[in-house]
């Protein structure tokens, strides 16, 4: 009899807080997964914009608007893009956490200083129902969803080639 008052007490956390503790227990799984796979799909985005990148390069081959570009994987979380002109590109594209971050400068013709006029764009990754990763801009008022590595870098190279 004494305990009754635990047992309503019990009662009432599983009641009030079980939605809570589940959403938790969700978050958790989710953040262990983006935290095994991100690496993965960040190996898989820098193959991709190197494939992209040489595809690029040769549509324009002979052309009077090739200009040398360059894909370059520094360390295993960071990818360098460079195009000398038309348009002139200098970007980094970086894993950090959950997070991949693209951080660039351009302009329609040839180099500039690539410490001025410099933008980002951050997309955070997060894990569905079925664990696997996507991309979804961050900070926009409409953000764009990339299920694949491969949509994400074909976004990216639009981001610092199109118009």
């Known amino acids: 009899m004494a305990e ?13 807080h079980r939605e809570a503790a589940q959403v938790y227990g969700r978050d958790q799984h989710y953040a262990e ?17 190197e494939r992209d990148v040489e595809a690029f390069r040769r549509k ?17 979380g960071e990818v360098r893009i460079q195009r000398e002109r038309f ?8 894993l950090r956490d959950d997070s991949i971050l ?5 302009s329609a013709g040839l ?11 951050a997309y955070a ?6 664990d696997r990763l996507y991309a979804k801009e961050a900070f926009t008022e409409r953000p764009e969803q990339f ?10 190279l639009q981001l610092l080639f199109g118009g």
């Open 60 to 76: 324009l081959q002979g052309d009077v608007t090739s200009a040398e570009t360059l894909v370059q994987t520094s360390t295993a």
């Open 125 to 130: 990754l997060h894990a569905g129902g079925d």
């Open 111 to 121: 180099a500039g200083d690539p410490l001025l006029g410099r933008k980002s764009r």
């Open 147 to 156: 299920d694949t590595p491969e949509a994400l870098a074909q976004g990216i």
């Open 102 to 106: 693209v951080d660039y400068a351009k």
């Open 87 to 94: 348009p002139w590109v200098d970007a980094t594209v970086t």
């Open 33 to 49: 997964v983006i935290s095994r796979l991100a690496p993965e799909f960040f190996v898989r985005l820098s193959a991709q914009l």
């Open 4 to 16: 009754e008052w635990i047992d309503k007490l019990a009662g009432d956390i599983r009641e009030k």
